[in-house]
């Protein structure tokens, strides 16, 4: 599956839900199900700054893929860190350092974008494309 | 009766236009005035008359706009002295706000009077604004930070304070109440103890102006600081009171027009007190309007809105403590209408999130005050600080928007 096919595939998820509290059940459990991090991985290297919670990422290569693991404290940063990795991860450097993240708007969770938030999911974006630009060969 | 049935709040909060408006679909309720409060319209009213009517340059203008807004300038100067029970407008000097204000006393009181080898005081509660300009003037000076502890309670250790005083100390800087705790600091009795070993003082007031009555001269506070928006006035004003023999003895901070008397390339003297320490053109509008939030105090009463916001605070204790799970941090004897708490097994921005999907505004995070949220070994909390408009209905709002939070989450 492309990156924009499973970014359609989360936005059609989200037009069943019809009140936010369903909305941010779902993301919660999105949050409960991601893996994370063990904690000898969950260090200052890999930390993203700028969080109002803190937020680990690690990325590793199989051949020409990039995979991404990460966790965070708060739940609901981890249910949308869960959706990135499900749109970002497994594809090439050069696929995710030029994927258009249209979806985070279409489900109504821009403001998470916000500056405001500081909850990093702007730097968490920006840092899977570092580490995207990092792999490019 | 009671304050809040003197108060009319129906009334006050047709005076704050922003409350009356849904946030996702829910009606706003609006539990961070700590961070700013919301202004009144005749507030918003004085901006817009200033520049539709007075504008101009103050001091040394001679045509009638500039004397129009120098005489409301200096009008609102009067009204702070007023406020603050000071003795002469030469000792209140406009600023950006408490951080410059803080910053201002570091540069040049700091700078002249404290040496290598002196301590100055601060303490484990402080607003980082309260405690970094201390940081940098001590690394730059080789001079020694001590800061008082807080107690599990949330207040001032004074024993330890009491230890900590010696003639070496030269300044004490703590704020007046805790923003992140509400504890009320007993600062009169923290300057007497201060001035008996020959220390001034620095209150940071920037979380009592709207609370408490201040009187700097009962206090015998040296400076006293605070920002115009804690208190329904307009962001980027805020006043520092000193005492005028020792802003007379303090060098100017910014250089500039304003603050000279005469300028020649070889010599610059000095504009007396206030003048001294404003350089530049001040934000006019602002001290203006500022003036009329003195006045919307007053017209309610600093006692009833005190005592109407007291109410709140052992409202929300109250139920806040019902929920399970919940702990309050901070449970000072005295406090203003601040309740900050944890709750098991949730991140503080978790329930931030989740009550804005249901108009609820709180703060989330350590609210500028790291080393305080290390002292009770948490990363943050969630604060809801109460004002003149707030409501126990909103409060049950806040309650029944927690329990939500703590369903979706389990």
């Given amino acids: ?137 | 009766m009671t304050a809040t049935e003197i108060l009319d709040i129906q009334a006050i909060r047709a005076d704050f236009p922003i409350l009356n408006q849904e946030i996702n679909g829910r009606k706003l309720v609006y539990f961070d005035n700590a961070a700013t409060t919301q202004k009144p319209t005749s507030v918003i009213d004085t901006i817009t008359h200033y520049y539709n009517f007075d504008n101009a340059n103050i001091h040394r203008g001679i045509h009638t706009l500039a004397e129009r807004a120098t005489r409301d300038f200096e009008a609102s100067r009067e009204a702070i002295r007023d406020f603050l029970g000071a003795s002469s407008i030469e000792e209140i000097i406009f600023t950006s706000g408490t951080t410059q204000g803080i910053n201002l006393v570091a540069s040049t009181f700091g700078r002249k009077f404290i040496k290598e080898g002196d301590e100055i005081i601060i303490s484990g509660m402080e607003h980082h604004s309260n405690i970094v300009p201390w940081q940098m003037l001590c690394e730059e000076r080789g001079i020694k930070l001590k800061v008082i502890p807080v107690t599990d309670l949330g207040e001032l250790d004074m024993e330890a304070y009491v230890n900590m005083l010696s003639e070496k100390v030269k300044l004490i800087s703590v704020n007046h109440v805790s923003n992140s705790l509400g504890t009320i600091n007993p600062v009169k009795k923290i300057i007497e103890l201060a001035h008996a070993v020959g220390a001034k003082v620095l209150i940071d007031g920037a979380q009592a102006t709207s609370h408490l009555n201040i009187d700097v001269q009962a206090l015998d506070a040296d400076f006293y600081t605070f920002s115009a928006h804690k208190l329904y006035g307009p962001t980027g004003i805020g006043v520092l009171y000193g005492k005028k023999e020792i802003l007379n003895a303090m060098p100017p901070y910014m250089g500039g027009g304003e603050m000279i008397k005469e300028v020649t390339f070889e010599k610059t003297t000095y504009n007396e007190l206030p003048y001294k320490f404003e350089a530049g053109t001040p934000n006019i509008a602002d001290v203006v309007a500022l003036k009329t939030a003195l006045e919307y105090i007053a017209l309610h009463g600093k006692e009833n809105i005190a005592a109407h916001e007291d109410m709140l605070l052992q409202y929300a204790t109250e139920q806040l403590s019902e929920i399970e799970g919940l702990r309050i941090i901070g449970q000072a004897k005295e406090k203003v209408s601040v309740v900050s708490f944890v709750m098991d097994g949730i991140h503080h921005q978790d329930i931030g999130v989740l009550l804005d999907n249901q108009g609820v505004a709180v703060r989330t995070g350590h609210h500028c005050t790291q080393p305080l949220m290390q002292r009770f070994n948490i990363l943050g909390t969630t604060r809801a600080s109460f004002a003149v408009y707030n409501t126990t209905e909103e409060i049950d709002k806040l309650v029944a928007g927690l329990h939500k939070v703590k369903k979706m989450l389990s």
Wanted: net charge negative.
């Fill in chain 1, 1 to 137: 599956m492309t990156i924009n096919e499973t970014q359609d595939e989360i936005i059609e998820e989200f037009e069943l839900f019809d009140d936010w509290a369903d909305k941010y059940e779902y993301i919660i459990d999105l949050g409960k199900k991601l893996k994370g991090l063990p904690e000898e991985q969950k260090t200052e290297e890999n930390i993203i700054k700028g969080c109002q919670s803190r937020v680990w990422l690690n990325a590793h290569q199989e051949g020409e893929k990039l995979f991404f693991e990460a966790d965070s404290e708060a739940i609901i940063v981890k249910g949308l860190v869960n959706m990135l990795i499900r749109v970002l991860s497994g594809h090439t450097p050069k696929d995710i350092s030029e994927a258009d993240l249209y979806f985070i708007d279409k489900i109504g969770m821009s403001s998470h974008l916000a500056q405001t938030r500081s909850n990093g999911l702007a730097s968490m974006v920006k840092q899977m494309k570092n580490y995207a630009i990092a792999y490019t060969p």
